[in-house]
T-cell receptor
């Protein structure tokens, strides 16, 4: 069964610190992998999209990596800010059905 | 440029009542989607419309119907609401369902629906 698993479920860090969120997937055939940020009470917003041939992509202080061989991705947040407090969702697209499989997200809280 | 707009933002229904959730996008996207988000679960696809004039079932379509009214609007209807349909509903759009390359889905801010 196609699945996307994220860890940790939740994370608390101090402002200014770095953190890394993990995503493992079993989706096959693979099209692309996306990271979304979802603020409380809002819809998800796209951070990065990576295809099979890309192993890193950055968006400001957010850097995503992809290892298509091991089916793992990570999202690294540098110099965290209070505004980074949100849920981060990993999404993998199935290239056979074109559908998106969503992880359950990592809830990040950044403390002052 | 509003993106994806959903109405209403909140709604409380009694079991057995019906209602329609509205969604409109102003990005000239071809494809639109309805998802539900429940605690501890990833977003699950209810229905999607790959292009104007077409609709297809997603992962959890039971108890729902949809209408792609035109290219901009895609509505979700609950004919006889049940407590199990208490959830947050998100509408999304993208340039193309088939292929679509690296284009992201754009989401509205959701409708929070409680069914008593």
């Amino acid at each position: 069964k196609n699945q996307v698993e994220q860890s940790p479920q939740s994370l608390i860090i101090l402002e200014g610190k770095n953190c890394t969120l993990q995503c493992n997937y079993t989706v096959s055939p693979f099209s692309n992998l996306r990271w979304y940020k979802q603020d409380t009470g809002r819809g998800p917003v796209s951070l990065t999209i990576m295809t099979f041939s890309e192993n890193t992509k950055s968006n400001g202080r957010y850097t995503a990596t992809l290892d298509a061989d091991t089916k793992q991705s990570s999202l690294h947040i540098t110099a965290s800010q209070l505004s980074d407090s949100a849920s981060y969702i990993c999404v993998v697209r199935d290239s056979g059905t074109y559908k998106y499989i969503f992880g359950t997200g990592t809830r990040l809280k950044v403390l002052a | 440029n509003a993106g994806v707009t959903q109405t209403p933002k909140f709604q409380v229904l009694k079991t057995g009542q019906s209602m329609t959730l509205q969604c409109a996008q102003d990005m000239n996207h071809n494809s639109m989607y309805w998802y539900r988000q429940d605690p501890g679960m990833g977003l699950r696809l209810i229905y999607y419309s790959a292009s104007e004039g077409t609709t297809d079932k997603g992962e959890v379509p039971n108890g729902y119907n949809v209408s792609r009214l035109n290219k901009r609007e895609f509505s979700l209807r609950l004919e006889s609401a049940a407590p199990s349909q208490t959830s947050v509903y998100f509408c999304a759009s993208s340039e193309a369902f088939w292929g679509g390359g690296n284009q992201p889905q754009h989401f509205g801010d959701g409708t929070r629906l409680s069914i008593l």
